[in-house]
């Protein structure tokens, strides 16, 4: 098999270990590079050991050996239930749950994206965006953008927005948090005639 | 005579810490938080696709400004009322508001689609709360031996038993030991990020200021049940429309739960049991009380037609495994599911010890958890029964409405926590890895303990072989320290089992 094969086969659960793998190596030489005490160096690498041997382990079950590979691979599970239940309850939510996808933006014009890639990209986009501008006027902007391209209602989203929003003032002017500051950008001074007037309520 | 008097006087003692704890219970605020939690946790409950783990993760920051004692009650009630909440959903639309409410569907749903959806939840309001209560007593009347067992452990017990909880995790839940070993010990690899816990070291943090007090175990735990799950919900297909009107009597309902006081006894006792179990929450309670039901009954059942019993069996189930999973949680720090590592991130980040402080010194808090969750189970029945002619209303919340705010919530509330944006990338990065965990099989609730039990595992281990001056022979001395011996053999027997079951499978094939 050659080299593009193996990786066109590559699932996510590879990635991931592969991710392990290199963060438990960072964590299992980092200590020894950086001149870390015992009490500080000890137990990271004997965790990290763990981590290594495993997702390595994990990473070849499909080559390895007898014993060891049935190890590796086979589900252990001391409490399983009567799964002939917990299968007709799963055939049953298969029944329930509509099979057209979800009406989305994207697929009115043509275009086809996932819709947990989109959750989580907006996510992302938000959390950066909240970093850049503080969390205050950003929170209306992801949710009124995330509520169009799942197609709620309009009022429904607006709604939304402004609920957010309430949330995250309330916790700026009681617990307060800087959620109207940015790393980049400070939008504190406007809130300042809010604050004047929440303070004579 | 003198021990008659010391019995005596313990019991006395006894008496009046529980005496304490239910002024601590009744009193204001507490009784307030706890039936707020109740009407939230049913709320989310019935929400189709949060639980109470989503429910209690994206509170946990937020019962920051309370005291102690509140937060933790608050949570509690959140647990029990998502319980029940989770049945509304099972019922009316066939989508189960939580896991644990899956085995409802299976005769619920028969239930209401023949008219009788308010029998349906009256039997699950019912079962609930009356096992629920009954199981709070029976929490209420083991403590005095809890107390017992918990004092008895020290340094090296400690750091075995975290061990130990994270290898019988990895057997309890589904998949692969070594996938369960690797999710346990990447949780306690990343605990280790920060500030060293005996020598002031800062490790892992590459310079960044932000990571010197480590990542937020709150964080993580927004982020593997909060974040994940939303992503879980984003890939889910729209649930199709019920079409159920909510017909039925309620008070036959609830008397149709008194024709089986066997029924009612025994699922509350396998709910106990199991929730007890590290690692095996109220799904795997639910569905061996559904199935033992069936089993038992088969000769008259028309389980999966409809048949009472199969909704009276996961339903008496359910509240009790919370009680039972209060007991490995608060005794030991070892949580039996994944709301209860939420709760005990709760305990740890008001600074609630578990283990011999919650049974010594602050006996008075336990017991005021375990009152309020018999009072909360009270609360239910007025609540729940209350809310059934509403309650079809909650699961008709499309799912796209409730994802955006989630998020929000999860970011904000991981901001709250100290003020530090690796905390909210946390919840997002831990969120991606726990939705993948969850979809390959790793066991996030053994990740979620070695991330909130690491760094109470590294102290312990440092301070035993401190005490025996270096020497890893403490945990294994069979004569100075037998509980630790027997903890090693446990976790050994437990990593070493699976290699040994094929041999011993077969030697007992030939005799």
Sequence with gaps: MSIKNKYEQATPEHVMLVVLLVLSVVFLIEPIVSNYPDDARVFPQMTAAVVFVGSLLLLVRNYLPGALGTVVNESINITTSDSSAQEQ?????????????????????????????????????????????????????????????????????????VLSTVIVYLFIEFLLLPLDQGQILDFSPFLEPIGLVVGVI | MVVEAVVESQLLLQLDTITEGLQIALSWPVIGWMAVGLLLGIVLGALPGIGSPVGMAIVLPLTLPLDATSAVILLVAIYSGAMFGGSIAAILINAPGTESAAATTLDGYPMAKQGLAKNALAIATTASALNGFLAAIVLILISPILIGVVLAFGSPEYFLLAILGISLITIVTQGSLVKGLVAGALGLMISTIGTGILSPTPRFTFGQFGLYNGISFVAALIGMFAFAEMMK?????????????????????????????????????????????????????????????????????????????????????????????????LSFGIPGSGSTAVLLGGLLMHGLQPGPTLFGDQLQITYAIFISLFLSNILIVLV????????????????????????????????????????????????????????????????????????????????????????????????????????????????????????????????
């Design chain 1, 89 to 161: 309850v799963a055939q049953r939510e298969a029944e329930q749950t509509g099979s057209a996808p979800k009406r989305t933006l994207g697929r009115e014009y043509g275009y086809e994206v996932n819709d947990t890639v989109f959750m989580v990209v907006s996510s992302t986009i938000y959390f950066f965006a909240g970093w850049a501008a503080g969390f205050l006027f950003v929170t209306p902007l992801f949710v009124l953008a995330y509520t169009t391209w799942f197609r709620i209602r309009t009022a429904v989203g607006v709604g939304l927005a």
């Design chain 2, 233 to 329: 919900l984003a890939a889910r297909s729209q649930i199709a429309e019920s079409d159920i009107e909510l017909g039925g009597s309620i008070k036959d309902g609830i008397l149709t739960v008194f024709k089986y006081p066997k029924t009612v006894l025994k699922a509350g006792l396998i709910g106990m049991g199991i929730g007890m179990i590290p690692g095996s929450g109220a799904t795997t309670s639910t569905f061996v009380a559904y199935a033992e039901e069936a089993r038992s009954s088969a000769a008259d059942g028309r389980f999966g037609e409809g048949d009472p019993r199969g909704v009276i069996a996961p339903e008496g189930a359910n509240n009790p495994t919370v009680s039972g999973s209060l007991v490995p949680t």
């Design chain 2, 384 to 511: 729940g029964l209350s809310v059934i002619p509403y309650a079809s209303r909650l699961t008709e919340i499309d799912t796209n409405i409730i994802i955006p705010v989630v998020v929000v919530l999860s970011f904000i509330g991981a901001y709250t926590l100290n003020r530090n944006w690796f905390d909210v990338a946390a919840v997002l990065a831990l969120g991606v890895l726990g939705f993948y965990m969850v979809r390959y099989n790793y066991s996030v609730i053994a990740f979620v303990l070695g991330i909130v039990l690491g760094p109470i595992a590294e102290e312990n281990f440092f301070r035993s072989l401190q005490i025996s001056g270096g020497s890893y022979d403490i945990f294994f001395d069979p004569i100075n320290r037998p509980l630790s011996f027997m903890l090693v053999l446990g976790i050994v027997f437990i990593l070493v089992g699976p290699f040994l079951k094929p041999y011993v499978e077969r030697t007992l094939d030939r005799t």
